[in-house]
């Protein structure tokens, strides 16, 4: 229904994967912060590590707040 409803405002819906594949678009992915087209982001989605990078780890201001993010 969602992607039905992103199709008719004619952007290209991406079926991103179940809530367990989010760490396929965390930063330091393949498509995180790119602007792709809906074939540029199902092939970021196929290319991303599940390994951690840097962008990924903690700072030494975490975990912040709202007002003062980390």
Same mark, same amino acid.
């Given at each position: 229904?969602?992607?039905?409803?992103?199709?008719?405002?004619?952007?290209?819906?991406?079926?991103?994967?179940?809530?367990?594949?989010? /760490?396929?678009?965390?930063?330091?992915?393949?498509?995180?912060?790119?602007?792709?087209?809906?074939?540029?982001?199902?092939?970021?989605?196929?290319?991303?590590?599940?390994?951690?990078?840097?962008? /990924?780890?903690?700072?030494?201001?975490?975990?912040?707040?709202?007002?003062?993010?980390?």
């Amino acid at each position: 229904m969602a992607m039905g409803l992103i199709d008719e405002l004619r952007f290209d819906p991406v079926d991103g994967g179940a809530i367990a594949e989010s /760490w396929r678009q965390q930063p330091g992915t393949p498509g995180y912060l790119r602007d792709l087209s809906a074939d540029g982001v199902r092939q970021a989605l196929a290319d991303a590590s599940p390994e951690r990078g840097a962008e /990924w780890r903690a700072t030494p201001k975490s975990p912040g707040t709202f007002a003062s993010p980390a």
